[in-house]
T-cell receptor, first 115, second 111 residues
Framework: KAGVTQTPRYLIKTRGQQVTLSCSPI?????VSWYQQTPGQGLQFLFE???????NKGNFPGRFSGRQFSNSRSEMNVSTLELGDSALYLC??????????????FGPGTRLTVL | SQQGEEDPQALSIQEGENATMNCSYK?????LQWYRQNSGRGLVHLIL?????REKHSGRLRVTLDTSKKSSSLLITASRAADTASYFC???????????FGAGTRLAVHP
């Protein structure tokens, strides 16, 4: 079974630009979660999508948004990039069944550098 | 914001020794999970322990959970150089997938 894939793996942008990151979950998984990892703040939850609906949201500004398609693939978008958005963005997929304990499988991440 | 803290922040040991990492958290949880991350790469799921469990084993890993103290520990026995990585605990509440991570422990295992 193929793992979680994220594209692109590396990205360099300049302040003010916007960026879109993509995540393809494991086949059969309907939940995709996004996390931001920085040296200063560690791993922080951005949001979770399940069946094309945002189910959970972290404490990030509205510049961070996402969506999920009918095939469970997910994209996250960051608009008006700031230097502090430089980070490793990780997505995780799981079955996402409510009320159960879901093991989350993480992708390799997208390393975003904002100049 | 992070749910809790891990200690130590960094641990350096020799191959064959045991490594123990601790995690504390702040609120009630449904489960606690441990992950490994090699040098800025993705996270690898190691083990999940439910809030009604006290101990769990998986190969060379042993995890304990003390909900009264809001703490967990991860023991890696007979460590190997390949165990060199950062280890994170993550907690979740409710039935969904919002994980709250600790700051992590950087483990270095020297041959």
């Amino acid at each position: 079974k193929a793992g979680v894939t994220q594209t692109p793996r590396y990205l360099i942008k300049t302040r003010g630009q916007q960026v879109t990151l993509s995540c393809s979950p494991i086949s059969g998984h309907r939940s995709v979660s996004w996390y931001q990892q920085t040296p200063g703040q560690g791993l922080q939850f951005l949001f979770e999508y399940f069946s094309e609906t945002q189910r959970n949201k972290g404490n990030f500004p509205g510049r961070f948004s996402g969506r999920q398609f009918s095939n469970s693939r997910s994209e996250m978008n960051v608009s008006t990039l700031e230097l502090g958005d430089s980070a490793l963005y990780l997505c995780a997929s799981s079955l996402g069944l409510a009320g159960t304990l879901n093991e989350q499988f993480f992708g390799p991440g997208t390393r975003l550098t904002v100049l | 914001s992070q749910q809790g803290e891990e200690d130590p922040q960094a641990l350096s040991i020799q191959e064959g020794e045991n490594a123990t990492m601790n995690c504390s958290y702040k609120t009630s949880i449904n489960n606690l999970q441990w992950y490994r991350q090699n040098s800025g790469r993705g996270l690898v799921h190691l083990i999940l322990i439910r809030s009604n469990e006290r101990e769990k084993h998986s190969g060379r890993l042993r995890v304990t959970l003390d909900t009264s103290k809001k703490s967990s520990s991860l023991l890696i026995t007979a460590s190997r150089a390949a165990d060199t990585a950062s280890y994170f605990c993550a907690t979740s509440r409710g039935g969904y997938n919002k994980l709250i991570f600790g700051a992590g422990t950087r483990l270095a295992v020297h041959p």
